[in-house]
């Protein structure tokens, strides 16, 4: 089993920053994949980015690339999501999710091959 704990979500005017944290606990040495997703009101819950375990390859959807930075704490065991330049469609409850069966990375963008989820935490930009 996998824990996860998502935190830093918050309320950011448009153009500030972010950085949220998902904290894995359990059985990492399970995990293949830590990846953020969100989902906006009202909208279905869409990819983020991905950070393999080992923190050797990230990948981020192409909306969010250039702003977002997925990276990983191996001390604390925690995956962490840079967000710069946010804006008003960035609002969303953004969470993490662990995969513990080896994919392609471009996989990592479909949510059925996650096993594990967290709450979420809530990201609201103002304009």
């Known amino acids: 089993q996998v824990q996860l704990v998502e935190s830093g979500g918050g309320l950011v005017q448009a153009g500030g920053s972010l950085r949220l944290s998902c904290a894995a606990s359990g059985r990492t040495s399970s995990i293949y994949y830590v990846s953020w997703f969100r989902q906006a009101p009202g909208k279905e819950r869409e990819f983020v980015a991905t950070l393999s375990w080992s923190g050797a390859r990230a990948l981020y959807a192409e909306s969010d690339q250039g702003r977002f930075t997925i990276s990983k704490d191996n001390v604390k065991n925690t995956i962490n999501l840079q967000m710069n330049s946010l804006n008003p469609d960035d609002t969303a409850v953004y969470y993490c999710?662990?995969?513990?069966?080896?994919?392609?990375?471009?996989?990592?963008?479909?949510?059925?091959?996650?096993?594990?989820w967290g709450q979420g935490t809530q990201v609201t930009v103002s304009s």
């Open positions: 999710a662990a995969e513990t069966d080896w994919n392609y990375i471009e996989s990592m963008r479909l949510q059925h091959f996650y096993d594990y």
